[in-house]
């Protein structure tokens, strides 16, 4: 079925390291929407970050941020859906990563992020993620609110696996841990995911599965890739995602979402 809703990651599917998009691909959105598909981010970003790249492209849907714990309009500010991690839960997040002397830290719904202390491992997290952080000295102590998500970040790739593995182990099911990035794990509300994010978006725009494309890279882009009428991994995209893919795309490099959209059954897409 041709795609009427249309769900793109954006670090390593809609852009690279240099958050530059394509012109390939600028064009490709753009034919989207002008044969009246809707198009929206996925993305494990905060709103604030990912509502630049929805600004810039002139995007006609709300956004999924926070791996789907946040659904929201970055036209009017209007929140669709968002989903929190318990208190009590967010406060064994903290000790976990007190007990292994991780660098860790939270999101809030104020759309900024906070750590015990800055350091300079927090201040690359907060370069990467485009969201200001700041050191709250006692992280348990400070937190008095229900978080979005908590964010991961290990020195060498090889340590994500484990990290991954260790949290599901510990937290049993009680919360939602991906891997989201080489270097990047993270933790939301026991029910979120980019694909019960998708399907909630889908049943607010009257959309059906069936109509809906999503384009992802990474471990956190299996659910929306595995739930969406078309899902399809990067060239380039983690195994867990190509798994879950109806097709693979060529890499980043090569365009890979302007391939994907041109090959979707929109009209004169290429």
Do not use: Y
């Given at each position: 079925m041709r795609p009427k809703l249309i769900a793109l990651d954006l670090d390593g599917?809609?852009?690279?390291?240099d958050r530059a998009i394509a012109r390939r691909t600028r064009r490709a959105v753009q034919h989207a929407m002008d044969q009246g598909c809707l198009v929206a981010i996925a993305t494990g970003r905060a709103f604030s970050s990912a509502a630049r790249f929805a600004k810039d492209l002139e995007l006609n849907a709300p956004l999924i941020c926070y791996q789907g714990a946040m659904i929201r309009d970055y036209r009017d500010g209007t929140t669709v859906y968002s989903d929190t991690i318990p208190l009590d839960s967010a406060r064994e997040v903290i000790a976990f990563s007190r007990a292994r002397q991780l660098n860790v830290q939270v999101y809030l719904e104020d759309d900024q992020s906070y750590a015990d202390q800055m350091n300079s491992k927090i201040a690359r997290l907060a370069e990467i993620a485009q969201v200001p952080v700041s050191?709250?000295?006692?992280?348990?102590?400070?937190?008095?609110?229900?978080?979005?998500?908590?964010?991961f970040f290990v020195e060498q790739q090889e340590?994500?696996?484990?990290?991954?593995?260790?949290?599901?182990?510990?937290?049993?099911?009680?919360?939602?841990?991906?891997?989201?990035?080489?270097?990047?794990?993270?933790?939301?509300?026991?029910?979120?995911?980019?694909?019960?994010?998708?399907?909630?978006?889908?049943?607010?725009?009257?959309?059906?599965?069936?109509?809906?494309?999503?384009?992802?890279?990474?471990?956190?882009?299996?659910?929306?890739?595995?739930?969406?009428?078309l899902g399809v991994a990067m060239g380039d995209a983690s195994p867990a995602a190509k798994a879950a893919a109806d097709g693979i795309a060529p890499p980043l490099e090569d365009d890979g979402v302007a391939w994907a959209i041109e090959r979707s059954g929109l009209d004169g897409a290429q």
């Open positions: 599917t809609l852009m690279g390291k050191g709250v000295g006692n992280l348990a102590k400070w937190l008095d609110r229900p978080p979005l998500k908590f964010l340590a994500a696996p484990e990290l991954v593995r260790d949290l599901k182990s510990h937290f049993d099911g009680h919360l939602q841990i991906v891997r989201s990035w080489h270097q990047i794990v993270e933790v939301t509300g026991p029910d979120v995911s980019q694909g019960a994010a998708l399907m909630r978006l889908a049943e607010c725009l009257e959309t059906p599965q069936l109509a809906t494309m999503a384009v992802g890279d990474q471990d956190n882009d299996v659910s929306m890739i595995a739930w969406a009428g």
